[in-house]
């Protein structure tokens, strides 16, 4: 039998197919911003799914650096990552499963959002047990997602009934329209949460995602929760970022091909060339989290994007031509002179010149889908950041 082969990451490096481009300077002077959009409350960030599918540790770690000290994650495992980045801040678990977080809390010091009367019942016999730990609270006002209902916080606000050993330092709710700022739900839920932030007293109060802190001074409570601004996203569907681009995307050519006029490109043949083709194949596909909405033709859940994904490179826009499949995409460069583009270059998928929130909405979803669907394969940049406040 042979021997096991002893491959070290750095031999295979330069077999990678695509790269991301990760910018951490944008992504702490993002944070800044969305501190001052957010002053005079405290302003978090939300990094739940490997922070937006950046990256939990350089994330982390960046964010620390320029002041942050509130995360929001979903699963305790995503928080004990966070622990070892973000050594004395607060770390929120918004997924509160009991049974079964308590040990994870008590370990890593992170504080569970309970979010159903069942949890606070647990995690109070829990701190019986085990001794005082703080907890936060989910209520919710609308969204019908987490929490306890406005009857039961309004209940357990009360001291007569709230149970001994349970002393919350958070009290949140989650907006479910902040990205459309004329839906009526947002005043409702605002009015609803400020009544509950008022029972609560002294206990500090959140309410305000990325959208959310763009609805006004009255939505900012004591602590904001910004996520997908922080990477640069846009916070509603026709709204331009707030923030600067975080991240690039961009995939290799294997090769470049020439092909007829009257030809067909990719499965199903549902491209057919309407001019001899300059055609490269690229190295990303929908085992990327490139998705196969993107493809040029041939997919019909799109709507009102027929024409299908792009691509950007020597400063033209790059159609893809055909399906997207599982891990190559065609995109079309016969508008570039020939030899500008060759095996081994890379073509932009999305960044600075294609903006997420466009590829997101060709493919008929949103700016953090694309971000937390980003596979494992690619080569994974950091550009570092400076430590300032
Ligand atoms: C994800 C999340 C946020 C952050 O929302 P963005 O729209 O990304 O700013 C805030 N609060 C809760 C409860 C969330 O689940």
Redesign the pocket.
């Known amino acids: 039998m042979n021997e096991p082969h002893d491959i070290a990451e750095s031999d295979i490096d330069e077999g990678f197919g695509a790269r991301l481009t990760i910018d951490l300077q944008a992504l702490a002077d993002n944070w800044r911003k969305m501190r001052e959009h957010s002053s005079p409350a405290r302003c978090s960030a939300?990094i739940?799914a490997n922070g937006y599918g950046l990256g939990a540790e350089p994330v982390a770690t960046s964010l620390y650096d320029a002041g942050c000290r509130d995360f929001?994650v979903a699963t305790a495992r995503e928080g004990a990552v966070v622990r070892q980045h973000a050594p004395d801040a607060r770390i929120f678990v918004?997924n509160c499963i009991l049974p079964g977080i308590e040990e994870t809390c008590r370990v890593a010091e992170l504080v569970p959002v309970l979010a159903s009367m069942e949890h606070v019942a647990l995690w109070t016999q829990a701190c019986i047990d085990n001794g005082e730990h703080p907890c936060a609270l989910q209520v919710d006002t609308g969204m019908n997602r987490l929490g306890l209902s406005i009857d039961e916080a309004a209940a357990l606000a009360d001291d007569v009934t709230r149970p001994p050993g349970f002393s919350p330092v958070l009290v949140m709710s989650?907006l479910a329209c902040a990205d459309e700022p004329e839906h009526p739900l947002n005043d409702q839920q605002l009015a609803a949460f400020r009544d509950i932030a008022e029972a609560f007293g002294g206990v500090e109060a959140s309410l305000a995602?990325?959208?959310g802190i763009m609805l006004g001074d009255a939505y900012r409570f004591d602590l904001t929760?910004?996520?997908?601004?922080l990477f640069g996203g846009a916070v509603g569907d026709h709204v331009r970022p707030l923030t600067d681009p975080v991240v690039s995307a961009e995939a290799r050519i294997i090769t470049v091909r020439e092909a007829k006029r009257g030809e067909t490109v990719s499965y199903g043949g549902t491209m057919t060339l309407r001019r001899d083709s300059r055609i490269a194949i690229c190295s990303i596909g929908y085992a990327d989290g490139y998705m196969r909405a993107l493809s040029g033709t041939g997919v019909t859940l799109r709507g009102h994007h027929p024409e299908g994904g792009h691509g950007f490179a020597c400063g033209h826009k790059l159609p893809v031509l055909g399906r997207v499949t599982m891990d190559m995409t065609a995109f079309d460069i016969t508008d570039l002179p020939a030899g500008s583009l060759k095996a081994g270059d890379f073509i932009e998928l999305f960044g600075k010149n294609v903006p997420l929130d466009d590829v997101a909405a060709t493919a008929g979803t949103i700016g953090?889908e694309l971000l937390t669907l980003l596979g494992s394969r690619y080569r994974r940049h950091y550009l570092p950041a400076g430590k300032s406040g």
């Open positions: 939300v739940k929001f918004m989650h995602n990325s959208a929760r910004p996520g997908i601004a953090y």
